[in-house]
């Protein structure tokens, strides 16, 4: 038990890693190709207002959710 406490704040490190991992590779499908990532799921974007929309939206808010993550991982006090 005594070393279950030990490995405890790393286990929470790895889980934040793999979330921010994959948040960041979800943001970036959507930020570099818009149009396929879009056509992959069904949906058509509308040129110009729709692809910037599409970035910002898909790309854009899990981009930032990661980053998050990233600040969160090397702060102790976040880890709770």
Excluded: E, H, Y
Aim: glycine fraction near 10%.
């Amino acid at each position: 038990m005594k070393n279950f406490w030990r490995v405890a704040p790393w286990l929470s490190r790895l889980i934040i890693l793999a979330v921010a991992g994959l948040f960041t590779m979800i943001s970036f499908k959507f930020v570099m190709d818009p149009q396929q990532a879009a056509a992959n799921a069904g949906i058509v974007l509308q040129p110009g207002v729709g692809f910037t929309n599409t970035r910002a939206g898909f790309g854009g808010l899990p981009l930032g959710f990661a980053a998050i993550l990233v600040f969160c991982l090397f702060s102790s006090r976040r880890l709770f």
